[in-house]
């Protein structure tokens, strides 16, 4: 079961990281009016949170498919967990005030991420 848990919420991380990326363009023409540089801050700063999502998930499928056992497997499920904490929180004081449905789910998606690595690590 403990490979259950860790390996949804690596799909599940995954899956948001790529969601990310999709909208990308649209997300930054929402802005309106920027300077150049505010664009491209924007579109970095949202590819980085998608690819970093995917790079979390990713990490998190691959230990628990090669060696969910190993000491090392434990840090990364431990540490992705922290990681998805922190994303949780800073997305409930960031985007979950923001009217638009996605950015509100982010908080939720990350937490129970984060409670899944948990799950799994403990069992």
Do not use: Q
Not at 14 to 38: M, Y
Not at 73 to 93: C, D, F, N, P, Q
């Amino acid at each position: 079961m403990a490979e259950t848990f860790l390996l949804i919420g690596a799909a599940l991380t995954v899956l948001w990281g790529v969601a990310h990326l999709f909208p990308t363009k649209s997300v930054v023409e929402g802005f309106g009016e920027i300077t150049l540089d505010n664009r491209r801050i924007l579109t970095m700063e949202w590819i980085v949170e998608g690819v970093s999502l995917i790079f979390i998930g990713a990490l998190v499928g691959a230990v628990t498919l090669t060696d969910s056992a190993s000491p090392v497997s434990e840090v990364v499920y431990y540490t992705s967990a922290g990681a998805m904490i922190v994303l949780a929180i800073v997305s409930l004081a960031t985007g979950f005030k923001v009217s638009f449905l996605p950015y509100k789910l982010c908080p939720f998606i990350f937490g129970l991420s984060a409670l899944l690595f948990l799950l799994g690590a403990m069992s």
